[in-house]
């Protein structure tokens, strides 16, 4: 469970930093040359309790997507200085906790932000051109030459929306650019600039109008099952829904009932209810529906970061936040103010 590279030894001058989850070598390196270093080898997750028996005496956390840090946990760690954020989304964070009890809490925004919107589009063109049933078709054995099944929906000669202008919306708006498709954006509040080929809409254009419709938002208190069944029966019949961005702003239960009568064509995600551990009523697992409608169904598991430079940069912009806190510095990534 604990790193510590033969170089430096055990310092106990120096402070203490928790890496919750699997980090690279050269996370870990940089952190140790200041740090004394607890990391977890993986493969998955530590349990809560484990956790937070390695942070009571930490001045630091390196916290990643799998993590809930409330004022629960908080109370136990009275040495902590800052949480280090290696993640975008930080609803899983009690950021009004952190600045009670003067810990900073960073988080790295621009990162993730053009790998989650390439994903996008791959899920888009999976779902679209049916790409994972024609795998498994000739995987099964049954491909015996040109047929005419797996027909699908192109991007080029749809009505694209998107709910969320925000950075990773209105990257999905700029890559798809390349594309002869109409872009549609609704947000509450639409101040970033949008391609030539794109436009601003109402929500409600964005849902009656769109081909494929993909969610960019946010989960805050107001997007929690934004798509739910009441939204989604104003959807164009037959559209094909893409969630690239928080698992919760879509209401799984009713995207099953959707696809079942036909007022969803198919639904593609990378991430899911059961991923928002903030939530005390999510579910447990992904909708067994959802995972047994293969058919109508693209699902990876949470894969939008996962282009191993993005995550190594992530991660090093994480460890620089701890290591700037620790100096007495404002972490350049802080999400809030302390002191």
């Known amino acids: 469970m604990v790193f510590i590279p033969k170089q430096h030894g055990i310092d106990m001058r120096k402070p203490k930093v928790v890496v919750t989850n699997p980090a690279f070598p050269e996370t870990l390196e ?6 004394e270093v607890v990391s977890n080898p993986g493969p998955g997750p530590l349990a809560r309790p484990e956790l937070l028996a390695l942070c009571l005496d930490a001045q630091a956390i ?20 800052i949480v280090g954020c290696a993640l975008k989304g930080f609803d899983n ?4 906790a952190c600045t009670r009890r003067k810990i900073w809490i960073t988080a790295v925004p621009d990162l993730l932000t053009e790998p989650t919107a390439e994903l996008a589009l791959g899920l888009m063109i999976s779902l679209g051109r049916h790409i ?4 498994a ?4 054995g049954g491909f015996q030459g040109w047929r005419p099944t797996f027909y699908g929906r192109s991007i080029d000669g749809s ?11 209105a990257a999905i708006a700029r890559k798809l650019s390349g594309f002869q498709c109409r872009t549609l954006v609704y947000d509450p509040d639409p101040v970033r600039q949008l391609p030539s080929t794109a436009r601003w809409a109402t929500a409600g254009e964005v849902l009656s109008q769109s081909d494929f419709l993909v969610s960019a938002l946010p989960l805050v208190p107001g997007t929690l099952h934004y798509l739910d069944e009441q939204r989604l029966a104003h959807v164009k019949r037959g559209c094909l829904l893409v969630n690239p961005s928080r698992g919760s702003v879509v209401h799984e239960e009713a995207v099953v009932r959707a696809l079942k009568s036909g007022q969803l064509g198919g639904y593609a995600a990378d991430v899911f209810e059961f991923e928002d551990w903030a939530r005390s009523d999510r579910p447990l697992e992904v909708h067994p529906e959802l995972i047994a409608m293969a058919d109508k169904t693209v699902l990876t598991t949470h894969i939008g970061s996962a282009v191993t430079e993005v995550r190594r940069k992530i991660e090093r912009d994480a460890a620089l936040n701890v290591l700037e806190a620790l100096r007495g510095e404002r972490p350049h990534g ?6």
């Open 30 to 35: 940089l952190l140790a040359s200041h740090c």
């Open 137 to 140: 078709h000739l995987r099964s």
């Open 159 to 169: 009505a694209v929306g998107i709910l969320g202008g925000g950075a990773v919306g």
């Open 93 to 96: 964070f009690d950021v009004a």
């Open 334 to 339: 802080a999400i809030n103010q302390v002191g």
């Open 62 to 81: 390196v916290a990643f997507m799998p993590d809930r840090i409330d004022d629960d946990f908080l109370r136990e760690c009275p040495s902590l200085r």
């Open 132 to 135: 994972l049933g024609a795998d």
